[in-house]
């Protein structure tokens, strides 16, 4: 049996999720930080096997983590004990149980029903500190409407090599997006001072503009190429048809900016329920 781990974090302090290492001393990671919270709990190390890779300064709500655990703790202390060994920029929400699959241990990263990516965009002239660390911040306006109907060109079966990174290792550039929707928020509904006399903005402008990409698998900074395409298109650098200019050639050069890691959450790993499921793996590479 594996413990799976709901897990989330401020990844601004990080250098991604995987544990790595600079000529021998560790960097600062999420899986390094778990692996030495639970191995302080089961006083041995222990390894943990993580749902998606998310780049330095990317965030998340819903990360899925599994590790084999020594002997048994409860879920309740489990959790505690974490929390209480854990630095304050990360912490485990849930923990359960799951049986591991075909005699090998549970890794969530072949299991996954998908995951839920959301990119945040503050279109306005001053940033906001108490949110900046969480959102690409844009001080001029930009065609939110433009963005939201180009947005789902994104949605189906495509080669996504234009929109990955130049060091992406993935064998196969094929993935599915379920589907990519622009929402937006006004200044009155996000700040109870928006009316105050003074302002730039009125109350009515554009603040928040939240892009939620669902899909089965992601390339190395596909997500934030894609919102940097879609950033193009608002802020009419290029039109819509470029994604699929884009999709068709597959050259990275046509495509939008990487937006930065910043903006980009990592909402939640869809986990099969009832588990284990009927079928094979579902693969994330």
Request: net charge positive; aromatic share 6%.
């Amino acid at each position: 049996m594996a413990m799976l781990l709901r897990v989330a974090y401020d990844g601004t302090d990080f250098h991604g999720f995987a544990r790595q290492d600079n000529g021998g001393q560790p960097l600062r990671t999420i899986q390094g930080c778990l692996e030495q919270a639970l191995s302080t709990l089961y006083k041995q190390p222990i390894r943990t096997r993580g749902a998606s890779r998310t780049d330095a300064g990317v965030h998340a709500r819903g990360q899925l983590v599994a590790f084999d655990p020594p002997f048994a703790i409860p879920a309740r202390g489990l959790l505690l004990g974490l929390a209480a060994n854990l630095p304050a920029d990360i912490i485990a929400s849930a923990a359960w149980l799951a049986e591991d699959v075909e005699g090998e241990p549970l890794n969530p990263r072949f299991h996954t029903r998908g995951k839920l990516y959301r990119y945040r965009l503050r279109p306005v002239s001053l940033r906001d500190p108490l949110s900046a660390r969480y959102e690409w911040h844009l001080p001029r306006p930009i065609d939110v409407a433009a963005m939201q109907a180009a947005a789902p060109r994104f949605a189906g079966t495509h080669d996504f090599a234009g929109f990955r990174a130049s060091d992406c290792q993935a064998k196969s550039t094929t993935r599915r997006v379920r589907s990519v929707i622009v929402n937006v928020e006004t200044l009155a509904e996000l700040d109870p001072l928006a009316g105050q006399r003074g302002r730039i903005e009125g109350p009515a402008a554009p603040a928040r503009v939240t892009i939620d990409v669902r899909g089965d698998a992601f390339l190395k900074n596909m997500v934030r190429i894609m919102v940097g395409t879609l950033v193009g298109v608002g802020r009419g650098q290029f039109g819509a048809e470029r994604i699929d200019e884009v999709l068709a050639s597959g050259d990275r050069t046509r495509a939008g900016v990487t937006a930065p890691a910043c903006g980009l959450t990592l909402v939640e790993v869809l986990w099969p329920e009832p588990w284990p499921p009927s079928g094979g793996r579902d693969g994330d590479v």
